[in-house]
């Protein structure tokens, strides 16, 4: 099945729930703010598409760190700050029965789950 991470308030989540609804995909969706995450996940999604991939410097959960808090962040860091705060993830984060993860919504994304 394939699984949707983001927050519920999230449009570009919307977005992909409502394309995947039309398209008659099952999926399970996953609020990351109320379910949470754990590090395994953040491992596997940092594994897959790299940290800088997987992390959301232009929303505002970002901007509003102190600069302290997010400039030289080595990997082990980031990680844990995205643990902390999952908001920082960008939405969603797809997984598919296969084991592939994908990041953000985009043409790309949807044709690879159109197949």
Not at 25 to 36: M, S
Not at 38 to 58: C, F, Y
Request: hydrophobic content about 35%.
């Amino acid at each position: 099945m394939i699984e949707l991470y983001g927050i519920k308030q999230c449009d570009t989540c919307r977005k992909a729930w409502k394309w995947l609804d039309e398209q008659g995909l099952e999926y399970r969706f996953h609020d990351v703010r109320r379910d949470g995450i754990d590090r395994s996940m953040v491992d596997v999604w940092a594994d897959a598409v790299g940290t800088e991939t997987l992390i959301n410097r232009r929303g505002q959960t970002w901007r509003r760190l102190d600069p302290s808090e997010r400039d030289g962040l080595d990997e082990q860091a980031l990680r844990a700050l995205l643990l902390r705060d999952p908001t920082l993830i960008k939405r969603p984060v797809v997984t598919t029965p296969n084991g592939t993860v994908h990041v953000g919504w985009t043409d790309a994304v949807r044709d690879a789950l159109g197949q």
